[in-house]
């Protein structure tokens, strides 16, 4: 159920499949393209979405991008506007979030991101490479209850 990567960097691209299978599963998988979640999010980063869980300000969430909106964008929620949701990358010389697209409607956002896994690579078969690669490439990605603060700092 893993969402394909589109040509615009940091967004995925929905299926059809996925659309189908988002209607099922409360859960599911998305990839991070671009820099625009830097240092939280790297790029080939995998993130297990809660899709429909509630937003507060400070969560990563993945949302669709307010103009193409079969494109989706991973964000960070800064605070609550009139309209919606006003969301920031974590890297803010990326761009390419509200700053450029203003507020997002709460219909567009897809989901909350609650865990991010960086892929094993092929050599990491033996037990203690598969417990390295736990231990470092696996994190639940927390809410950053500062992001006031950066947006105020902009």
Do not use: C, I
């Not at 691209?13 to 393209?33: D, K």
């Not at 671009?34 to 969430?61: E, F, Q």
């Amino acid at each position: 159920m893993e969402e394909r990567t589109g040509e615009v960097p940091g967004m995925p691209e929905l299926s059809q499949e996925t659309e189908r299978a988002r209607a099922l599963l409360p859960f599911g998988v998305a990839e991070v393209t671009g820099p625009s979640m830097v240092p939280t999010l790297r790029h080939g980063d995998r993130l297990l979405v809660h899709y429909g869980a509630r937003v507060r300000v400070g969560d990563v969430v993945v949302l669709r991008h307010p103009f193409q909106q079969d494109l989706l964008v991973v964000k960070r929620v800064a605070e609550r506007r009139e309209g919606g949701w006003w969301v920031l990358g974590d890297n803010p010389y990326a761009g390419g979030d509200s700053t450029d697209y203003g507020t997002v409607p709460e219909d567009l956002v897809v989901g909350t991101v609650r865990l991010r896994y960086r892929p094993r690579s092929g050599s990491q078969f033996s037990p203690v490479a598969l417990v390295r690669w736990l231990f470092s490439s696996v994190r639940l990605v927390f809410a950053d209850r500062s992001a006031s603060r950066r947006l105020r700092a902009r």
